[in-house]
C-alpha cells in the first residue's frame, strides 16, 4: 500500500492505495498545503499501525484470542 497526496484546485488531500491502486481510505478533510495533507497521512499511518499492534480477536467462547 502506499500514500498519495492529491491537489483538487487550492486544496490538498491524501488516499491510501493498495497494490491494484484501488482507493483503500481517504483524507476526511481537504489542507492548504501538499506539506500539511502529507503530514496528516504520516499521522494516520501511524495511528493504523498502533492499532494493529493492539489487535485482538474475541470470540464467543474464549474471550481474547491474541
Known amino acids: 500500500m502506499h500514500f498519495q ?4 484546485e487550492h486544496l490538498w488531500s491524501w488516499v491510501l492505495l493498495n497494490e491494484a ?10 489542507f492548504p498545503s501538499a506539506a500539511q495533507a502529507s503530514a496528516a497521512a504520516l499521522a494516520f ?9 493492539s489487535l485482538t480477536v474475541r470470540s464467543s467462547s474464549s474471550g481474547r484470542l491474541l
Open 21 to 30: 491502486d484501488e482507493m483503500v481510505a481517504e483524507s476526511h478533510r481537504t
Open 45 to 53: 499511518a501511524h495511528l493504523v499501525s498502533r492499532a494493529g499492534k
Open 5 to 8: 497526496i492529491r491537489q483538487a
